[in-house]
């Protein structure tokens, strides 16, 4: 399969100085609503998180955006999964939004804190309780020999968990990505795309173009 011709011109919109919030998270926010407005994914708050962990190996996975605001970009998973290790070995991370019918993406790159045992339980009470069940049942990404054994651990935890809230796991939470540069990228005509970064520094954020 010869793929080398499969090009398009990007050709929506531009991205200006002038047009950008002065604040990434108040950007990101408009961006979002856009994605969200224009239905373009089933899915528009999913997002690419890279991770390195000490052996130097990245690894990448969609997770969802749960939350986010001025302090941060925020997912919940399995404490005890690779990503958790990962993040546990070396905190620096990196998020993709990736809303290609719009021609954009986002970049961001920034150091993910575990949320407090308070805040991931509110956040694991408002999921559906098959999803509660589902994060009991499963021991993210240890091997399993078939499908039946997972599905048999979720049938047992709805047995156990009758009645009654569903209680956190004591190995699930999630994390906070503090942002310290934040990429907006806009594709433009003749691969002229447009890039434009915040920085974050004790000043505050400052804005740069990058060439594409």
């Not at 499969?6 to 200006?16: D, K």
């Not at 070396?90 to 290609?100: A, E, I, M, Q, R």
């Not at 907006?184 to 594409?212: C, K, M, T």
Request: aromatic share 10%.
């Amino acid at each position: 399969m010869d793929i080398s011709q499969e090009r398009r011109e990007y050709l929506r919109a531009g991205l200006s100085e002038e047009h950008l919030r002065n604040d990434p998270i108040e950007q990101f926010r408009h961006w979002l609503k856009d994605a969200i407005d224009a239905e373009i994914s089933t899915d528009p708050t999913a997002m690419c998180l890279s991770t390195v962990g000490a052996d130097g190996r990245p690894s990448q996975r969609i997770v969802l955006l749960k939350q986010f605001d001025e302090k941060g970009f925020v997912f919940y998973t399995n404490l005890e999964s690779k990503k958790a290790k990962q993040i546990a070995e070396n905190p620096n991370v990196c998020l993709h939004f990736g809303w290609l019918p719009l021609e954009r993406q986002i970049i961001i790159n920034g150091t993910a804190n575990k949320l407090s045992v308070t805040e991931a339980t509110k956040y694991f009470l408002s999921r559906p309780r098959d999803s509660q069940l589902a994060a009991w049942a499963s021991q993210q990404s240890q091997k399993i020999s078939s499908r039946q054994l997972l599905e048999q651990a979720f049938s047992q935890m709805k047995s156990k968990f009758t009645k009654g809230d569903i209680p956190l796991p004591s190995f699930w939470g999630g994390f906070r990505v503090v942002p310290e540069q934040v990429e907006f990228w806009q594709g433009r005509a003749n691969r002229l795309h447009d890039r434009l970064v915040y920085s974050q520094s004790e000043a505050g954020w400052s804005i740069e173009r990058l060439q594409p």
